[in-house]
């Protein structure tokens, strides 16, 4: 059974970095066709795509993205990571990670093609 868990700080200033730890348990990060994503829901709002990093290694980022976040991976660690920069109350949100298989839920834009997800973990931006 394939778990991905979240992790990282509940309150960031603006102006900080945000860091996000995904860390996947019962299946590798680098197999082939699994596109390992990050989603987020601000209050009030509908799930926003933020980003994923490929089973080989490449990212892609959301270009509705103002920012530009970076998806970096530890596959010693079975892990990737969600860096925000220079976060703004904007970022204030349920963040989740995810799977995606053949990028499905990407191509398609319907959230119910990741085969699994997160609990997700709530960010506020905040001085």
């Known amino acids: 059974q394939v778990q991905l868990q979240e992790s990282g700080p509940g309150l960031v200033k603006p102006s900080q970095t945000l860091s996000l730890t995904c860390t996947v348990s019962g299946g590798s990060i680098t197999t082939t066709n699994y596109y390992w994503s990050w989603i987020r829901q601000p209050p009030g709002k509908g799930l926003e795509y933020i980003g994923y990093i490929t089973y080989s290694g490449s990212p892609y980022i959301s270009p509705a993205l103002k920012s530009r976040p970076s998806i970096p991976r530890d596959t010693s660690k079975n892990q990737f990571t969600l860096q925000l920069r220079t976060v703004t109350p904007e970022a204030t949100a349920l963040y989740y990670c995810?799977?995606?298989?053949?990028?499905?839920?990407?191509?398609?834009?319907?959230?119910?093609?990741?085969?699994?997800r997160g609990q997700g973990t709530q960010v506020t931006v905040s001085s």
């Open positions: 995810a799977r995606d298989t053949d990028r499905a839920a990407w191509a398609n834009h319907d959230p119910s093609r990741f085969d699994y």
